[in-house]
């Protein structure tokens, strides 16, 4: 069989890089102290200003604590005390527009319905510098 010249030679343009950067407020809510610490090291690296909490009644303490409107609330679904949907549920009794990501090991479509607020975004556990900044970038652009 004779090669066809330039088949295979075609190089396709580098996909353009996605500026990941941001500066806003973000109050990141994890139990699991090396997955909150990872997070919040790569937000900041961001430019995001992050404040963090290891459960539920911690995120309400650093809320009243600081005078600062919180643009985006990351928090795992599962943690002692006061799990993320309940907490979701207290801060938006005050704060209807708060957008919200869920971190959780566990598969999206295995979390209970009923305790699930319609109005989040999910990021499944373990997840890349990458994917977390992604997310929080579209998150916050709607």
Not at 113 to 132: E, G, N, R, V, W
Request: with cysteine; hydrophobic share 40%.
């Amino acid at each position: 069989m004779d090669k066809v010249e330039g088949v295979g030679d075609i190089i396709k343009p580098e996909e353009q890089v996605r500026d990941l950067t941001g500066n806003s407020t973000i109050l990141l809510v994890e139990d699991e102290d090396a997955v909150r610490m990872f997070a919040a090291r790569a937000l900041k690296n961001k430019g995001y200003t992050v404040y963090e909490a290891d459960c539920g009644v911690s995120a309400l303490k650093v809320l009243d604590e600081i005078d600062v409107e919180i643009d985006l609330l990351i928090s795992d679904v599962m943690m002692p005390q006061m799990d993320g949907p309940s907490l979701v549920k207290k801060i938006r009794e005050t704060d209807q527009k708060l957008k919200v990501i869920f971190i959780s090991g566990y598969a999206e479509d295995a979390l209970d319905d009923t305790i699930m607020d319609k109005d989040f975004h999910f990021l499944s556990k373990p997840f890349s510098l990458k994917q977390l900044a992604e997310q929080v970038k579209e998150v916050l652009e709607k």
